[in-house]
């Protein structure tokens, strides 16, 4: 009988301190220049592969309990299940349960980061050696997105995705992230974004050059036309600085809103005093992960036979 594997991993969110749209190529990729950092809010990925086995189609279930989450083969972690496996010549059936925690339209990244911690997981559950090279390349494929969240951490993204650069320093870095209970279109807001594209990148220099995060840094273009649109999303962010935080700033897309506190000791004051003014938004307090935890370091849990030869 082939062997079985299974594996639990945490797939984490990550905000977006600052956001410049630099351009479109003719493949109608944006050129973004961009601090993503990896947060403390996490989806669950429960993985279980059987029927390992060269010279095989690859079949993939999506189990998911928000219905807006497909389910299908347009799900970026099944994708990242079949592309991997493709690429390693070999086919089987795939099961991922994904327990939601980051919600879908909020830009925060969750649909490519499952699709990043899939990737990561079975390669590493099955033994498949894809080197780290070539498991970028992948990623790159599935989303502009998907190759930062294969390390995660702190660090400046350019280009389509595929220029990232570490920034050390920031990781327990501690935000308030409040989201309210809309979604807001990616690819809407994109397209909307007619200020024209942003000539330089001071910011996000400054940002990657180990500077701490200020109010004058905290820049996303694309509130030019998603906060006149979304007025949820405008009164999220004017709530957290009426709130006590030092600076806030739309997270990608949106709708998600992340701040900045005084303090550390100021986070808890902070959200406790958005949410008794804004009882329908969620509010947390998170911080910076450091690289490498937890999408692509141990799993939460695992349980695998010898790997497949």
Known sequence: MPPTFAATRDSPAKVNLCLRVLGRRADGYHLLDSIFATIDLCDRIDIHVSDLRPHRDTDVSIRCQFPDVPTDGTNLAARAAMILLDECGVGASVTIAIAKQIPPGAGLGGGSSNAATVLTCLNSILNLNVGKQRLHALALQLGADVPFFLTGGCARVRGIGEHIEPIQGW????????????????????????????????????????????????????????????????????????????????????????????????????????????????????????????????????DRTPSYA
Request: glycine share 10%; aromatic share 6%; charged share 15%.
């Open 171 to 302: 990781p327990g870095l501690p935000l308030v992230l409040a989201i309210p209970p809309i979604a807001v279109s990616t690819a809407w807001a994109f397209r909307a974004y007619a200020a024209g594209f942003a000539r330089g990148a001071e910011e996000a220099s400054r940002l990657a050059a180990g500077i701490e995060p200020d109010a004058s840094l905290l820049v996303n273009y694309l509130e030019t036309v998603v906060l006149p649109a979304f007025p949820e999303v405008a009164a999220v962010k004017r709530g957290l600085l009426e709130a006590g935080a030092s600076a806030a700033v739309m997270s990608g897309s949106g709708a998600a809103v992340v701040a900045l506190v005084p303090s550390p000791t100021a986070q808890q004051g902070v959200a406790e005093t958005f949410r008794s003014r804004h009882g329908e938004v969620r509010v947390q307090g998170v911080r910076i992960l450091p690289a490498g935890a937890p999408a692509s370091g141990a799993p939460a849990s695992v």
